[in-house]
């Protein structure tokens, strides 16, 4: 399989707002996405995800291998998930989550040797504005 590079790195926290804090007012990252659940920090470089540890967005409930303080997943751009789950079922690699849609675009899941969750995902792309 292909992938077509880092996405984002997803950190699970503790405090979303600490967190927050840490990275918008001390860093100065830009905010791209925020909810009661994440907040998306970074730019065209590369972008961070905090994660409230104790919850997900929806009754999936958090990643696997995300339920603790410090615990990471990777995410890297593809074009297909489905077609990298059937490459990673093929190449024996452990898929957590099967290919399946979110607010954000379509991913898959696999588990990396220690357990870490990597996602594969197409992320929607943007809208452009209505013009005015």
């Known amino acids: 399989m292909d992938t077509l590079g880092l996405e984002s790195l997803i950190l699970f926290v503790s405090d979303l707002g600490e967190s927050r804090a840490f990275y918008v007012d001390g860093l100065g990252l830009p905010v791209v996405f925020e909810d009661d659940v994440i907040v998306v920090v970074g730019g065209p470089a590369g972008r961070v995800v905090l994660h409230r540890n104790d919850q997900g967005h929806d009754e999936r409930g958090i990643f696997p291998a995300g ?35 979110a607010a954000w675009g379509r991913f898959v899941v696999l588990a990396d040797p220690d357990g870490r969750s990597v996602v594969l995902a197409r992320m929607n792309r943007p809208e452009a504005p209505a013009p005015s």
């Open 67 to 101: 339920d603790g303080v410090g615990g990471a997943a990777v995410r890297f751009a593809v074009e297909d998930p489905d077609e990298c789950e059937r490459q990673a079922a093929q190449a024996g690699l452990s898929v957590l989550w099967p290919a399946q849609d």
